[in-house]
């Protein structure tokens, strides 16, 4: 089996830190559910989640438009 280039191993770390914050988004919204969290966090999160799905999109973006891997250089939306 042929190793990982280093440009595919960043991006798979990228996509398990991906991964993480979405999970702990995750945990955040049951937490809004059961009434324990106040409007600025939830604030926060929704623009956490936002940002995640944006960095996602354009890690597609990078994979569907060049032959290459994924070299780490994407553009983070604030």
Known sequence: MERLKPKDV???RDLQG??????QIAK???A?????INNERIV???QDIV???DFIVSLIKIYRN???AYD???????
Do not use: D
């Open 10 to 12: 960043k991006a798979i």
């Open 18 to 23: 991906i991964a993480e914050n979405l999970n």
């Open 28 to 30: 955040f919204c049951n």
């Open 32 to 36: 809004i559910l059961r009434g324990g």
């Open 44 to 46: 926060k999160t929704y």
């Open 51 to 53: 940002n995640s799905r």
């Open 66 to 68: 060049t032959p290459t």
């Open 72 to 78: 780490g250089q994407v553009k983070k939306r604030r």
